[in-house]
């Protein structure tokens, strides 16, 4: 069974900019996360999607936005990138609304210059 | 507000030896406890849950225990081996709320 994947592995924007990552979930998944992970900070929850709706946002502005397709895949965007916005972004999914049993993805890594 | 606190950002210990991570917590009451593994470059990796109403949990050679009162979880590894080096994030969560910590370091020298 295929685990969660997300792409670009690595993506290189300049501030300003504006970027777009990609998470698909593992089969059968209906929820999908995203948290952000700074160099030397935890995982901060951005976004969580379930049967295409937004379920829950994190303290993070509104240029940090996203949306869930019919086939349950995600799309995170992030607007007016600033230098702070460079981190890994974790997608993660799960069986319906369920946070306790998330499957993690590999991670996009954002650098902003 | 709501603080979660993994004991120290790094441990080193000796292969074979016992590995204790802590994970404390205040102005938060949660419904369960997980701990995930991370290695450099990847995403986190569930290990264990723990509910509110348990109070210790195994599996292979990992135990953690939950306890309410003290609003803390312990995270330990036993006979510890090199390939069990990563970074340790506790998390917490509680209906449509998940928080983790900013995790601890661990690292086994052979």
């Known amino acids: 069974e295929a685990g969660v994947t997300q792409s670009p592995t690595h993506l290189i924007k300049t501030r300003g900019q504006q970027a777009t990552l990609r998470c698909s979930p593992i089969?059968?998944?209906?929820?999908v996360y995203w948290y952000q992970q700074a160099l030397g900070l935890g995982l901060q929850f951005l976004l969580w999607?379930?049967?295409?709706?937004?379920?829950n946002r994190g303290n993070f502005p509104p240029r940090f936005s996203g949306r869930q397709f019919p086939n349950y895949s995600s799309e995170l965007n992030v607007n007016a990138l600033e230098l702070e916005d460079s981190a890994l972004y974790l997608c993660?999914?799960?069986?319906?609304?369920?946070?306790?049993?998330?499957?993690f993805g590999p991670g996009t890594r954002l650098l902003v210059l | 507000s709501q603080k979660i606190e993994q004991n120290s950002e790094a441990l080193n210990i000796q292969e074979g030896k016992t590995a204790t991570l802590t994970c404390n917590y205040t102005?938060?009451?949660?419904?369960?406890l997980q701990w995930y593994r991370q290695d450099p470059g990847r995403g986190p990796v569930f290990l264990l849950l723990?509910?509110?109403?348990?109070k210790e949990k195994r599996k292979e050679r990992l135990k953690v225990t939950f306890d309410t009162t003290l609003k803390q979880s312990l995270f330990h590894i036993t006979a510890s081996q090199p390939a069990d080096s990563a970074t340790y994030l506790c998390?917490?969560?509680?209906?449509?709320?998940?928080?983790f910590g900013a995790g601890t370091r661990l690292t086994v020298k052979p």
């Open positions: 993660a999914s799960s069986v319906g609304p369920v946070l306790e049993t998330q499957y």
């Open positions: 089969s059968g998944h209906t929820s």
């Open positions: 999607y379930d049967e295409g709706e937004e379920r």
């Open positions: 102005n938060y009451s949660p419904a369960y």
């Open positions: 723990i509910r509110e109403n348990e």
């Open positions: 998390a917490l969560g509680s209906g449509n709320d998940m928080r």
